[in-house]
């Protein structure tokens, strides 16, 4: 997330909206009971700056009485409306790529292997935004193993802001992507330009082997695992060191002996885990297998 300047905000035609740092700390503590996600005090402009317009075209004098809606507990619609506003959603096609060369290298090889011999693989792509590391995951996977969706192999892509995956569902994206994936990569996820020019649409192929779903941290997790690989990068560094332990734990829980995950650069897990999972790789982790006491 990105601090604005607080005057300047505030001195266009949101100054009709009255807020105040009372009201920031306020909203920050909504906002950490439902996703976890701790909002530092210089983000009080970004939280006046992204809500402004949903207060005024609500008809309402003030956050204050915004706020006031969102701790009556009865708009649920208006709770997802404000975590989709106040989480950041940075990502790319490929994005860390040393990632995508571990998984393509170390990893898929064994998983391709076990496919063919009609075991279920489940890869999940935890805090997916809107797509990119799914397709990314999806485009690796076909490339040595282009009949993959005939088998038992699937993606998982989850995340809190349902907004973002919508996005992810429909898989049409502007052609200004490639700016940061290389046009190289354009056969390996995309098929050709579709509706208005200058847009690109994922290839059908990659669509059949991810399934997108909401899902918050803080609620009972919807997944069972167990997963072969787990992607979730740079979903952890807002979140508090006792939301982050029981994240990984969880995580740790869910994956298969042997298998991967992969965080954010940024991102460390907790010394409580060096006996679950070995460091592999940059910001890479094999879950270890328990030794069975004879």
């Known amino acids: 997330m990105n ?8 001195s266009n035609s949101a100054s009709d909206v009255s807020y105040t740092s009372e009201d920031f700390t306020r909203i920050s503590e909504i906002l ?3 996703s976890g ?18 207060v005024r075209n609500l008809g309402l004098g003030g956050f204050r009485d915004y706020i006031n809606i969102l701790e009556s507990g009865g708009d649920i619609e208006e709770k997802e409306y404000m975590v989709s ?41 935890a805090g997916c935004s809107s797509g990119e590391e799914p397709y990314s995951i999806a485009a690796c996977i076909l490339k040595s193993f282009p009949d993959a969706y005939r088998f038992d192999f699937r993606i998982l892509g989850t ?6 995956l919508s996005v992810a569902e429909k898989g049409v994206y502007e052609k200004s992507v490639l700016n940061s994936c290389g046009h190289h990569l354009i056969a390996d996820v995309f ?3 579709v509706g208005v020019s200058g847009r690109l649409s994922v290839r059908e192929d990659l669509r059949k082997l991810i399934t997108f779903r909401y899902m918050n941290f803080m609620d009972p997790w919807p997944v069972r695992g167990p997963f072969s690989t787990i992607f979730c990068r740079n979903v952890m560094i807002y979140m508090e060191n006792d939301v982050q332990s ?11 002996p042997e298998g991967y995950l992969f965080i954010g650069h940024s991102e460390r897990i907790g010394d409580e885990l ?13 879950k270890l297998e328990k030794k069975v006491k004879r």
Do not use: C, Q
Request: zero cysteines; proline letters at 2%.
């Open 32 to 34: 950490h009971s439902i």
């Open 85 to 125: 506003a106040l989480t950041t959603n940075t990502t790319r096609f490929f994005r860390e790529d040393y990632h995508f060369a571990t998984f393509s290298d170390d990893v898929l090889p064994s998983l391709v292997s076990r496919a063919r011999k009609g075991e279920r693989i489940r890869i999940w792509s």
């Open 159 to 164: 995340d809190i802001n349902k907004s973002v």
């Open 3 to 10: 601090s604005l300047n607080t005057t300047s905000e505030r």
């Open 37 to 54: 996600i701790k909002m530092p005090e210089s983000n009080e402009a970004l939280v006046f700056s992204r809500l402004f317009r949903r």
């Open 246 to 256: 029981m994240v990984w734990k969880g995580m740790s829980k869910i994956l298969e």
């Open 274 to 286: 060096k006996s679950e999972l070995e460091l592999v790789g940059k910001t890479t982790f094999r």
């Open 191 to 193: 098929e050709d330009e």
